[in-house]
């Protein structure tokens, strides 16, 4: 069982930066592809970005490409999102995921998911 715990949400204004990070319980968390989704009331859950286990394969979603970057620490058994130029439609509760399967992170079917941090930009 992998435990993901989300940190470093919070309040910032539009054009600034947040770094999101992702802990994992799991020793062998270097096993897991990882993911990011965010959420807004009333919508569906939606893919932020994507890691593999080494770091070699990342996927972004369109809207973020350019101002977000992922990346990880296996020793540390930590994620991060790096978030910059962020714009009020960022707003959102951020959701780390992982899966030994890369594909089923990518697909928003992972097995394990964290509690979420909120990401709020002000205008």
């Known amino acids: 069982q992998v435990q993901l715990v989300e940190s470093g949400g919070g309040l910032v204004p539009a054009g600034g930066s947040l770094m999101l990070s992702c802990a994992a319980s799991e020793r062998t968390f270097s096993s897991y592809a990882v993911g990011w989704f965010r959420q807004t009331p009333g919508k569906e859950r939606e893919f932020v970005a994507a890691?593999?286990?080494?770091?070699?394969?990342?996927h972004y979603a369109d809207d973020v490409k350019g101002r977000f970057t992922i990346s990880r620490d296996n020793a540390e058994n930590t994620v991060y999102l790096q978030m910059n130029s962020l714009k009020p439609e960022d707003t959102a509760v951020y959701y780390c995921?992982?899966?030994?399967?890369?594909?089923?992170?990518?697909?928003?079917?992972?097995?394990?998911w964290g509690q979420g941090t909120q990401v709020t930009v002000s205008s």
């Open positions: 995921a992982a899966d030994i399967n890369r594909l089923e992170v990518v697909s928003g079917t992972g097995d394990y």
């Open positions: 890691i593999s286990q080494s770091g070699g394969r990342i």
